[in-house]
């Protein structure tokens, strides 16, 4: 997939960060914080796919900061919690919460910049994930895990390749797949997947983020993956 983004190089003392968004924001798509009760991640088809091709973006760009303004976004009603920001990034760079608002003061001129995902790599590593998973996931290493954070209403992802790609593909299920579930042509949410098996086991209740699947609201104009453009179904 194609990204269309902004590069951002500001510098918080000695230290130069790279930071990228997206070009166009994520209009519909939103994100409650899972530290406080239940994380949903709402989204329509086109949110979902590129926020998937973002995680796959951040898994192979490890000393990049991936930043997804969603406190804007269009507000949902099936939505809970006060929606929050989202940040991708490597533990390898050292980014702490505490730095972002310094940080993202200082996102004001960006330059273009267009990537291209490898769909084929992304799924090999996501792969290798779910099978480390299956076979040990209560003995996993924090380092195979998305580490969560949330500080000036942003919430910071921690991970690794592998388990970048793996979000990324539950991304994908979720915006192929919630088109077709009962009940989203008359505008309801759907809960498609989740992303709670890839983050931290701990004592006592464990955060949680679900993925849900909502269309806009011209969702007659939509066109189910696999249908042609030129199919018009009868009156």
Not at 24 to 38: E, F, I, Q
Request: aromatic share 10%; with cysteine; hydrophobic share 35%.
């Amino acid at each position: 997939m194609r990204l269309r983004l902004n590069e951002f190089r500001p510098r918080i003392g000695p230290h130069e960060y790279r930071v990228v968004q997206p070009r166009t924001p994520l209009r519909h798509t939103t994100l409650s914080d899972p530290l406080k009760g239940w994380g949903y991640l709402l989204g329509d088809h086109d949110g979902l796919s590129r926020l998937a091709a973002l995680f796959s973006f951040a898994a192979f760009s490890r000393h990049t900061v991936v930043h997804v303004p969603l406190r804007r976004s269009l507000p949902r009603q099936v939505a809970p919690g006060v929606p929050v920001g989202l940040v991708l990034v490597h533990r390898s760079p050292g980014l702490r919460p505490y730095v972002w608002p310094q940080l993202r003061r200082r996102l004001t001129r960006g330059t273009p910049l267009t990537v291209r995902t490898d769909e084929r790599r992304t799924a090999a590593h996501a792969d290798a994930w779910r099978c480390r998973w299956e076979d040990h996931w209560y003995r996993m290493d924090v380092r195979d895990r998305i580490r969560p954070a949330v500080h000036a209403r942003t919430l910071f992802l921690y991970g690794g390749r592998d388990v970048f790609a793996s979000a990324c593909v539950h991304l994908e299920l979720a915006a192929d797949f919630g088109p077709l579930q009962e009940g989203v042509d008359r505008g309801r949410d759907v809960l498609v997947t989740s992303l709670t098996t890839h983050l931290p086991l701990g004592h006592g209740p464990w955060p949680k983020l679900d993925i849900g699947f909502q269309a806009r609201p011209s969702y007659r104009h939509f066109r189910p993956p696999g249908r042609s453009a030129r199919y018009h179904s009868p009156a």
